[in-house]
T-cell receptor, first 111, second 114 residues
């Protein structure tokens, strides 16, 4: 099975609301990253959090990491229609920092 | 600084033909990763290369698939005798070092096998 698993698989909210996506993983990690993929486009790197960090902010994004629970969350505050995309978490594992991706959360923000 | 470039963006092949996918990493990046995204699935790691070396090919099918990253020029992912199941989006990413650095992704190549 894949290393990172996002939850929920799909999320639909109104513009202005907050969106929270979760990611769980199974093995020890070096870091965890969140990516966004707009339909038909490549992945865009959003934020990286290292295994010794607990929380990180970037603009309207807030990422938390709980290594004891092997989980991470991505919070998007004050969502906009332009935030509509698929969001993937990826864990960096092993000596080569291999990236392991989940299946993604499909976020729809309604105007 | 140009981002990671992949070409072609779209590639159509008939069963049995060869597919060559190219990836030019960001300037100054010597680490390249290839991923495959099958329809309705997440990205899956295929292979990790440094210049002239394959570091980890644990995610790459043993047959028909090969990858290289020569001293000069782009990284190439080669698929011989393509089958319909090879239809997918293939993403390349690069990073300046191996550990702790985010990977920068290219726009992907969408391979369609007829």
């Amino acid at each position: 099975s894949q290393q990172g698993e996002e939850d929920p698989q799909a999320l639909s909210i109104q513009e202005g609301e907050n969106a929270t996506m979760n990611c769980s993983y199974k093995t020890s990690i070096n870091n965890l990253q969140w990516y966004r993929q707009n339909s038909g486009r490549g992945l865009v790197h959003l934020i990286l959090i290292r295994s010794n960090e607990r929380e990180k902010h970037s603009g309207r994004l807030r990422v938390t990491l709980d290594t004891s629970k092997k989980s991470s969350s991505l919070l998007i505050t004050a969502s906009r229609a332009a935030d509509t995309a698929s969001y993937f978490c990826a864990t960096g594992v092993g000596n080569n920092n291999d990236m392991r991706f989940g299946a993604g959360t499909r976020l729809t923000v309604k105007p | 600084n140009a981002g990671v470039m992949q070409n072609p963006r779209h590639l159509v092949r008939r069963r049995g033909q060869e597919a060559r996918l190219r990836c030019s990493p960001m300037k100054g990046h010597s680490h390249v990763y290839w991923y495959r995204q099958l329809p309705e699935e997440g990205l899956k790691f295929m292979v990790y290369l440094q210049k002239e070396n394959i570091i980890d090919e644990s995610g790459m099918p043993k047959e028909r698939f090969s990858a290289e990253f020569p001293k000069e020029g782009p990284s190439i992912l080669r698929i011989q005798q393509v089958v319909r199941g090879d239809s997918a989006a293939y993403f390349c990413a690069s990073s300046p070092t191996r550990l702790g650095h985010e990977q920068f992704f290219g726009p992907g190549t969408r391979l369609t096998v007829l």
